[in-house]
């Protein structure tokens, strides 16, 4: 069996010497990860190129595509099949007529293939490969390169791909952050998704479901199954579903899962809002990095009648036009199992706190602390991504927690676990080691409260907004309505946040009457609202430094400036 490092290298080394000076350093995975692909396919379908060739020269005046294709398939034990004589070792025969063989090969593929290839939009990079006389190399270099199952399982080929996923991403930095995730961060996710909940994963005869709703290139969903089969059950049976709207990257996470002999099929194209790859389904556990602060103002007409619908995704509430991330919570939400799943899921600051009582954030987050589907929130150092260095947090969603867990959310302040990366990598200059990853998920699986976790009542992050009136006065009198009551005057209005627990009148009378004695409550404009600031809940005071000691640093700088000033004059 191959070492996949060194295969990995070694297919590292022909992409840069073939490239480099051609094509710039973050278009590189999109001229080489096609190839890598095209040369596994080639290597599975070897056995049987011959016969399938044949058979199709000997059929397709009689047979349509579709009516050859089962038949193709079952010939080659794969669901799919290449009907052209060539592949890229045959290809490299000929030299003179490379481009127009190589269309004729990549149209050969089956369907299912051929989707990913369009996807992947070869079209531009064939003809720079070409023009810069580089196609043949390409396609020379890469047909000796020994891609066969015997030679690379399907696990060795998937590390393989993911590995040259993760190098291009680096070399590519903030153009690939809006589809790639630090694998420090996924490895993260993926340990608390599962540190209570080990048991359900074992034994045999096991299958269950793994979903991502903004999939990028399908990271999440192969680092998660990995993590099972490696960490807890090798035996279990897990398929991967994903979707994705980006082209290149859909074929990017379509064509590891092919690669992996996983079913490509599972991963949908389009957005997730207005196309919905899995009307319907259920999945076992989810996780996800959605876009942060994209606008999902293309989509509102389709989510704003599915948010009327009381059966739909998005009834709980909509976001804010400028940003869509809470949106994706609310379909992995909608396709949780009856029998419990569990969801990971990046967000920014964003969606603890943006939107007052009353507005879509506040309402979501109100109808999934309210349902008690909140476990744990865990706020992450900064720095840790591409293409941002904002701080972000880890929500991990359930709709069956453990006893201990229920009616209370544990929050882990999980800043300061990092180490500094030598070389920044785009905006990325930190990075979470494995030690830090176990910690982390020791203080979540300790559920114990200490400086670095908090545990809470749902409640406590609950407010009612109470409308505070004043009196309009018109010539030193309080001016009263046909009722005789008097009159707010707007221009006076102001609101209080009382926390839910708090007895709203007591809280009135304790606080706002000493201030303003004239002021009333208008109780029927009441909203119910939900917010989390983090920073709030983990500030620790520091006392301020005695007068003594400050006076005596005041008076040794102005001694010390003193004589620079004089040295300067004489």
């Not at 009196?471 to 005057?489: A, I, Q, T």
């Not at 303003?516 to 983990?538: C, H, L, Q």
């Amino acid at each position: 069996m191959a070492n996949f490092n060194e295969l990995t290298g070694l297919i590292w080394q022909v992409a840069d010497e073939i490239l480099r000076g051609t094509f710039k350093a973050h278009e590189y995975g999109d001229a080489t990860l096609p190839f890598v692909v095209l040369r596994r396919l080639d290597c599975t379908l070897e056995s049987s190129k011959d016969e399938i060739y044949g058979f199709h020269q000997q059929n397709k005046k009689g047979m349509t595509e579709e009516e050859m294709a089962p038949i193709l398939s079952k010939k080659t034990g794969k669901e799919y099949y290449n009907i052209s004589k060539y592949d890229l070792k045959r290809l490299s025969q000929d030299q003179h007529n490379v481009e127009q063989n190589f269309w004729d090969y990549v149209n050969g593929f089956s369907k299912n293939v051929r989707d990913i290839i369009d996807n992947f939009e070869l079209g531009p990079i064939i003809k720079k490969l070409e023009k810069n006389n580089l196609l043949f190399m390409m396609i020379d270099k890469f047909g000796v390169v020994d891609l066969s199952p015997k030679n690379v399982s399907n696990r060795e080929i998937g590390l393989v791909y993911e590995e040259l996923l993760r190098r291009f991403s680096e070399m590519s930095n903030e153009t690939a952050g809006e589809h790639y995730t630090p694998r420090d961060v996924i490895r993260l996710m993926v340990s608390l998704l599962f540190a209570e909940h080990v048991d359900e994963l074992k034994g045999k005869g096991l299958k269950k479901s793994i979903y991502d709703p903004a999939c990028g290139t399908g990271g999440m969903l192969t680092l998660a199954k990995d993590y099972i089969h490696e960490e807890i059950n090798p035996n279990i049976e897990i398929d991967l579903f994903g979707q994705e709207r980006n082209a290149r990257t859909y074929a990017t996470a379509r064509s590891e899962l092919l690669v992996r002999g996983e079913d490509a099929g599972n991963i949908k194209d389009g957005s997730t809002f207005s196309q919905d790859g899995f009307q319907g389904k259920h999945f076992d556990y989810m996780l996800s990095n959605p876009p942060y602060g994209e606008d999902w103002k293309k989509e509102k007409t389709i989510v704003d009648n599915e948010a009327m619908n009381p059966l739909g995704r998005f009834y709980a509430g909509t976001p804010r036009i400028s940003d869509g991330a809470l949106l994706f919570l609310e379909n992995m939400i909608a396709k949780m199992e009856k029998k419990g799943s569990r969801i990971a899921i990046i967000f920014n600051g964003s969606p603890l706190f943006t939107g007052d009582a009353g507005s879509g954030e506040s309402n979501i987050r109100k109808w999934i602390i309210e349902s008690d589907w909140l476990e744990a929130v865990v706020a992450m150092p900064t720095d840790l991504f591409f293409n941002t260095g904002i701080a972000t947090y880890v929500w991990l969603i359930t709709n069956n927690k453990p006893e201990r867990r229920k009616g209370k959310v544990q929050l882990i302040n999980a800043i300061d676990f990092f180490k500094p990366l030598r070389k920044s990598l785009g905006k990325k200059r930190k990075e979470v080691c494995e030690n830090q990853m176990h910690e982390i998920t020791e203080i979540y699986k300790s559920y114990t409260e200490g400086k670095l976790c908090k545990i809470f009542d749902n409640e406590d992050f609950g407010y009612t907004k109470v409308t505070v009136e004043r009196p309009l006065m018109e010539d030193g009198k309080v001016v009263k309505d046909r009722k005789g009551k008097k009159k707010p005057n707007t221009k006076l209005r102001d609101y209080e946040k009382i926390q839910l627990k708090d007895d709203i009148v007591e809280y009135f009378k304790r606080e706002v009457v000493p201030h303003v004695p004239d002021a009333w409550m208008d109780r029927s404009r009441d909203k119910i609202g939900y917010e989390m600031n983090f920073t709030k809940y983990f500030y620790e005071f520091v006392p301020l430094r005695p007068l003594e000691d400050i006076k005596a640093d005041i008076m040794k700088l102005l001694d010390e400036t003193e004589g620079t000033v004089r040295e300067i004059i004489e």
